[in-house]
C-alpha cells in the first residue's frame, strides 16, 4: 500500500486551508464521517465546520481556566457558528495534562503524561496534540471507538497536521493507532 504524507516547509496557521483541504479529500477517499479538529479561539474551527459540511466535525477546546481563572479562550461568537453548521464544540481536561500538570505547577515534578506528550512532540505538535484531542472525544463519548477518524490539529495558531487514526479511551491510550499522516511540518 502506498500513501501520500505532504509536508510543509514551515508550521504554522499558513497551512490551516491546504490542511484541511487534503484531510477533506482523504476522509472522502476512505468514507470517513467524524472529524475532530483541535482549536483555540475558534477560528480553525469555524472553516472546518465549512470545509467537512456533512460530517460530523468535533472541535476541541482548550479548558477554560488554561490561561487565567475562569476564562475560555474559544469565543462565544464562534461557538454560534460552529454550533450553526451542526459541529459540535467540545470542552474537557486535556488527556495528557489532566491533574499531572497541577502537579508540575505546585511540585516541580513531571508525570507520565508529561513524558508522552513530550515523547509525541518529537514527531511535532501537532502529532502530539491530534493524539490528545482524539482521547478527549473518545472519552466524552463523540467517536466511536474502532472507527477512524479524521484528526487535525497545529503548532499553535491554525492547522498543520493532519491524521487518519483509529481513537480509544484515555485509559486503553496504548492501544491508539495512527494509521496515516496526511500531513505535518517537515522539521
Not at 112 to 136: P, Y
Amino acid at each position: 500500500m502506498e500513501g501520500k504524507t505532504v509536508y510543509f516547509e514551515n508550521p504554522g496557521v499558513e497551512n490551516t486551508d491546504e490542511t484541511l483541504r487534503i484531510a477533506r479529500e482523504r476522509a472522502r477517499e476512505l468514507g470517513i464521517k467524524t472529524v475532530v479538529v483541535a482549536t483555540t479561539v475558534g477560528g480553525t474551527a469555524v472553516k472546518a465546520v465549512e470545509v467537512f459540511e456533512g460530517m460530523k466535525v468535533i472541535a476541541v477546546t482548550h479548558v477554560t481556566g488554561m490561561r487565567e481563572p475562569n476564562a475560555q479562550e474559544f469565543t462565544e461568537e464562534n461557538r454560534k457558528k460552529v454550533e450553526s453548521k451542526g459541529g459540535i464544540v467540545l470542552t474537557t481536561t486535556h488527556a495528557f495534562t489532566g491533574i499531572g500538570g497541577a502537579m508540575r505547577r505546585k511540585f516541580n515534578m513531571y508525570l507520565l503524561g508529561d513524558v508522552i506528550a513530550n515523547t509525541l512532540r518529537v514527531f511535532g505538535q501537532g502529532t502530539k496534540v491530534v493524539c490528545e484531542i482524539s482521547l478527549m472525544a473518545a472519552d466524552a463519548g463523540l467517536v466511536r471507538i474502532g472507527e477512524d477518524i479524521i484528526a487535525i490539529a497545529g503548532s499553535g495558531r491554525g492547522a498543520d497536521t493532519a491524521v487518519v487514526l483509529k481513537p480509544v479511551n484515555t485509559n486503553d491510550f496504548f492501544d491508539m493507532r495512527i494509521r496515516e499522516i496526511l500531513c505535518k511540518p517537515h522539521f
